[in-house]
């Protein structure tokens, strides 16, 4: 949506490439030739092509449909991962104002998983309080009991929420 802030996506995670293991594109059949031309390759990452539910006839923003397909692509992204670790998921538009920024925001996640406190703990970024579990199309940093169970949840399991523990 942003080609500026998708440059300083690239830029960051090429600079802070010694922090990560493995970046994997998880994104719709369309625009990945676009991502390739701004440069997307520089980071050696998978892609994975995500096909939206086939009952969606347009995404469109905040609705069920966008839920359903938002979650389809996670999920498949997610799986593209070739072991369980922690794993960031970032947007292709957020806003992260500097490529030096998004190293920093890689040494405090790391800083936070060698705790033992925090290294089996999740954070998302920008939940919708009036819509829980709404999440798929913000940032995420994700431990990896939390993956498996987010990649396991049926959305039956995404009806109900625990205000005080949602993961």
Known sequence: RDEQFFSVLVEG??????????VVVSTWLEDIP?????????????????????YLSVINNRDVGSYLAQRAQIITGLKAFSESAHTVRLRADHN???PENIGRYLDLLLAAWSSPFFEGRSLVSGVDDSCPYF???????????????????SIADTNSVDYFNIF
């Open 13 to 22: 995670l090429r600079t802070a490439e010694s922090k990560i293991s493995q």
């Open 34 to 54: 676009h991502m390739k031309a701004l440069g997307a390759d520089a980071l050696d990452p998978t892609y994975v092509e995500t096909m939206p539910p086939a």
């Open 96 to 98: 992260f104002g500097s």
């Open 135 to 153: 999440f798929e199309d913000r940032v995420l940093a994700l431990c990896p009991r939390h993956i498996e169970r987010f990649v396991s949840a």
